[in-house]
């Protein structure tokens, strides 16, 4: 069975600060993983994937992930907060050991950027 | 359209009443994806369809939940009996056929609230 942990419900930074939001991952076989972004009254976009090439995927808007398989972990960094940053972010999983790719989220970790 | 759009946006209902969620995938996505995400919550898995067959409902919460693609297009969700457990947004997303990661764009969500 797949899971995903977000670890921190609610991360404050800076603008111009370093962003680091956690996930790791449970998962038998080997893992798609994926962040998404969802602002206020909106559906959820895509930030960035991971589907077994390059360990360190970049994404949209500055934001990059690196897979490190010993640690389980697919955490979301990006050097330097913009206030348009705020956001909740979820990380996700899901596997091609089948004909359904549905994902399994985690419970989403809640961006504030400080003036 | 351009992107995956969800009708009505907003939903409320008393309890008791039946409901019935529409979703629009983008033009020629074969797998469209239903997911519940309670407040303060990632989104969860209800039920998958390939073209009309609806080949995963495991995720549906009761029997009161039901979900068709009659044409492998449009989609909707009906939840009868309305319970305020089931007060969420309801999202729906679509993919391309299963390839290279068939990535999953998200609709707006319908916001239900049952009182």
């Known amino acids: 069975a797949q899971s995903v942990t977000q670890l921190g419900s609610h991360v404050s930074v800076s603008e111009g600060a370093l962003v680091l939001l956690r996930c790791n991952y449970s998962?038998?076989?080997?893992?798609?993983l994926f962040w998404y972004v969802q602002y206020p009254n909106q559906g959820l976009q895509l930030l960035l994937k991971y589907t077994s090439a390059a360990t360190l995927v970049k994404g949209i808007n500055g934001f990059e992930a690196e897979f490190k398989k010993s640690e389980t972990s697919f955490h979301l960094t990006k050097p330097s907060a913009h206030m348009s940053d705020a956001a909740e972010y979820f990380c996700a999983v899901s596997y091609s050991g089948g004909s359904n790719y549905k994902l399994t989220f985690g419970k989403g970790t809640l961006l504030t950027v400080n003036p | 359209g351009a992107g995956v759009s969800q009708s009505p946006r907003y939903k409320v209902a008393k309890r008791g009443q039946d409901v019935a969620l529409r979703c629009d995938p983008i033009?020629?996505?074969?797998?469209l994806f239903w997911y519940q995400q309670a407040l303060g919550q990632g989104p969860e898995f209800l039920t998958y369809f390939q073209n009309e067959a609806q080949l995963d409902k495991s995720g549906l919460p009761s029997d009161r939940f039901f979900a068709e693609r009659p044409e492998g297009s449009v989609s909707t969700l009906k939840i009868q009996r309305t319970q305020q457990e089931d007060s969420a947004v309801y999202l729906c997303?679509?993919?391309?056929?299963?390839?290279?990661?068939?990535?999953?764009?998200f609709g707006p969500g319908t916001r239900l609230t049952v009182l």
């Open positions: 998962s038998s076989v080997p893992p798609y």
């Open positions: 997303a679509s993919s391309l056929a299963r390839g290279a990661v068939p990535l999953q764009f």
């Open positions: 033009s020629g996505h074969v797998s």
